[in-house]
């Protein structure tokens, strides 16, 4: 049931983000680099590789260049159009095509390169290869602002592998285990509300059982602010 969603509701967004899809297209083809499309090999369910289709926001040359793979917050590599459509998670929108041809789901783990994948665990590797990747998921919803959370003296690809990448496979594999099409469509209304409303703890309201995040992500993740909340609320 779910695949056949994703075709529809993938259809639906191709159709209605068409407008907004072809200024984009021309605006980069003519500024920055040329590019319009950034191609890169993502691993996909039960480990295959296919080809994850995004808006050219970054020097084509970045993934050899700085901090690899792993962008961090005003990362020098980013185009200057490139800042607005990452903000506002348009250069997300051409994986509708990837989504279409089977690639991807609408709801799942966020795919990833060989070298962010390789920063989970074995175990979380082989949980996480089971179901197909997705535009949207429980990770990518609390991890909306991750360029951020690599800022400072977080800016480093240690902060990365040691402290994001490990919550971050324990949120994907919880959505592994509890997968259903309750929690697609629950992933999906809250992506919609955290997009307009960017502060929103709605993630921690809906999905109540998710693994707490290490001391170091609480306050960036609104974690605390949350969870003193229901304290007051029971107490």
Do not use: H
């Not at 899809?21 to 590019?35: A, C, D, K, Q, S």
């Not at 994850?52 to 993934?63: D, E, G």
């Amino acid at each position: 049931m779910q695949r056949w969603f994703d075709i529809i509701f993938s259809s639906v967004a191709l159709l209605i983000f068409s407008p907004l899809l072809l200024p984009i297209v021309f605006v980069l083809r003519v500024t920055g680099e040329g590019e319009v499309f950034f191609l890169q090999e993502r691993l996909g369910k039960n480990g295959t590789v296919f080809k994850l289709y995004k808006f050219a926001t970054m020097l084509k040359n970045s993934p050899n260049l700085g901090s690899g793979t792993v962008t961090i917050k005003d990362d020098p590599r980013i185009l200057p159009l490139g800042k607005f459509l990452r903000k506002t998670k348009l250069n997300e929108l051409p994986q509708l095509l990837n989504i279409l041809w089977g690639d991807m789901s609408i709801v799942g783990p966020r795919p990833l390169t060989k070298q962010t994948f390789s920063a989970y665990t074995a175990a979380t590797q082989t949980i996480v290869s089971q179901v197909r990747p997705g535009l949207s998921g429980v990770g990518s919803i609390i991890f909306r602002a991750e360029e951020e959370l690599l800022g400072g003296a977080n800016a480093s690809v240690d902060f990365y592998q040691n402290i994001i990448a490990p919550y971050k496979g324990q949120l994907e594999a919880w959505y592994v285990a509890n997968q259903s099409l309750g929690t697609y469509f629950s992933v999906i209304v809250v992506t919609m509300w955290v997009v307009l409303f960017t502060d929103s703890e709605l993630v921690w309201k809906v999905f109540k059982d998710l693994p707490v995040p290490p001391d170091e992500l609480k306050i960036a993740l609104n974690y605390r602010q949350y969870a003193a909340r229901i304290l007051n609320e029971e107490s």
